[in-house]
């Protein structure tokens, strides 16, 4: 997909805090309109960063990041018109839950019958419709969750970041969120650039994952090439549960490859990135 096609596009895009090491180096990632995409990656690997540097909250270094086919490097956050999903949920404590969803609308100056309605709309959507009165203090970690989800959306943006929505939840309700903001997702067609370092969480919701190492995307596929065909030993381990062999490629037939391991063993398997016969590799 070329940058001009695309709906969010970073090129060429550094970061560094001290001017000599780079926390992001040299990315090159698109985002088409309505894609849910998820950046993944262990802590430390650039993920965040990047996520902020959309947001705008931090500084491009080097490079330039498009959105809708205009440069924000230097427009400031609250004029890029993204959403925005903290895993603190960071929801006034004293306002309601309707107070809390209707501060954005005011600040973009919308009348009080629009307000009303789009809070309305917004609370039916995340199945809280009777909890407006509540404040936050009020309500369990899932609804403030749902709460901060329907904040990033009551004022319809086009993107909707997530940084680790789900971190502070426990396993069932995590895995009963990741299946609400996917139909949500599906449902409004919004674009969705998401952050986390839960392998089960990106499969799950994405239509494509960019794997982070060391500031470097490792990979960018569907979850399913990811999971059937990772590039190199890092995305293979990193991705999910595997067992892993190391030895001598000897033989190669069209993709597939035969390999020594050490113990002696000799096995087939489809061959990723296979530098020649006499070469060691991998297999998982």
């Known amino acids: 997909m070329s940058s001009s096609e695309a709906y969010v596009s970073f090129q060429g895009v550094q970061k560094s805090y001290d001017g000599e090491t780079f926390v992001v180096k040299n990315l090159n990632l698109d985002t088409q309109r309505g894609e849910f995409l998820t950046m993944l990656g262990p802590s430390g690997s650039g993920k965040t960063t990047c996520l902020m540097m959309l947001a705008g909250f931090e500084t491009v270094t080097h490079g330039e990041i498009i959105l809708d086919g205009t440069s924000i490097n230097n427009v400031p956050p609250h004029k890029r018109n993204i959403g925005m999903v903290f895993q603190n ?30 809070v309305k709309n917004v609370l039916d959507m995340v199945q809280l419709g009777s909890f407006g009165s509540r404040r936050p203090m009020q309500l369990s970690g899932g609804q403030q969750q749902r709460v901060a989800v329907a904040r990033s959306l009551v004022f319809e943006p086009k993107l909707v970041l997530m940084d680790e929505p789900l971190g502070a939840l426990d396993k069932q309700l995590r895995e009963q969120m990741q299946y609400e903001i996917k139909h949500i997702h599906e449902n409004l067609g919004v674009t969705v650039v998401y952050v986390t370092h839960d392998q089960s969480e990106a499969l799950t919701m994405s239509n494509r994952i960019a794997v982070f190492d060391d500031g470097v995307i490792q990979q960018l596929a569907a979850p399913d090439m990811l999971y059937e065909a990772p590039e190199n030993a890092f995305v293979a381990q990193f991705i999910g549960e595997n067992n892993t062999l190391y030895g001598k490629v000897i033989g190669l037939d069209g993709d597939i490859c035969t390999v020594e391991a050490e113990n ?13 016969v006499g070469f060691d590799t991998m297999i998982s």
């Open 264 to 276: 002696g063993d000799k096995l087939k398997a489809l061959g990723v990135n296979i530098q020649g």
């Open 89 to 118: 949920y960071a929801l006034f404590p004293h306002m309601t839950v309707n107070e809390n969803l209707a501060f954005p609308l005011q600040v973009r100056k919308m009348s009080k019958s629009d307000i009303e309605d789009r």
